[in-house]
């Protein structure tokens, strides 16, 4: 008797495509070491969306990158089985994009590697929190072409790094991340 059972709720999800099985002018140049692991087709525009060692890319059908993010500078992201959608923000904080990836191709391995690749640059992450709408966030990530370490601050809403409790607050997380990974330990006072 098996230890659990699979069972498909709604549309039958598509079956798994090779990720290197693309149309010829989608197909990207990928830098030494590169490989597409995953790939789907957003529903609305058509782009396709391209997971690989390095990166996110949308990139048309014409073979355009419109979106290219290294995978250190992907923030968060979420998938809604019930929208069919990746949603995802980014560390600039300026917005996010969402794409719905159902009809044409499914999503295939799209939400897993997304996961497993943004998970693959955290290093250490602390959160720093002196009450409401008084946050941030300092983390230490691997550039993954190189395996260099970054360091990103991400202020959540409010005062942010004016308000000088939370900037101290904030400047001593980043000297002792940065002492555990070995960076200089004397970071800049103002937020990257």
Avoid at 40 to 69: I, K, N, P, S, Y
Avoid at 173 to 182: A, M, N, P, S
Wanted: with cysteine; hydrophobic share 40%.
């Amino acid at each position: 008797m098996p230890l659990w059972r699979s069972r498909t709720i709604g549309a039958a999800p598509k079956p798994e495509r090779d990720p290197g099985d693309l149309p010829h002018a989608v197909r990207p140049t990928l830098a030494r070491g590169e490989q597409v692991l995953a790939s789907a087709q957003e529903d609305g525009t058509g782009h396709w969306l391209l997971l690989t060692t390095f990166c996110l890319r949308e990139v048309a059908d014409t073979g355009d990158v419109l979106l290219e993010w290294p995978w250190h500078e992907v923030d968060t992201g979420a998938w809604d089985p019930d929208l069919w959608a990746l949603a995802v923000t980014f560390v600039d904080q300026l917005g996010g994009r969402q794409w719905v990836l159902q009809r044409r191709t499914g999503p295939g391995m799209v939400p897993q590697v997304f996961r497993e690749r943004t998970s693959a640059t955290v290093v250490l992450m602390r959160a720093v929190d002196l009450g409401p709408r008084r946050t941030a966030r300092v983390t230490i990530r691997k550039v993954l072409p190189t395996r260099e370490l970054v360091e990103q601050v991400l202020w959540g809403r409010g005062p942010g790094e004016s308000d000088p409790e939370l900037a101290a607050a904030v400047h001593a997380v980043r000297v002792d991340l940065r002492d555990q990974v070995g960076l200089p330990p004397n970071p800049p006072v103002t937020a990257d």
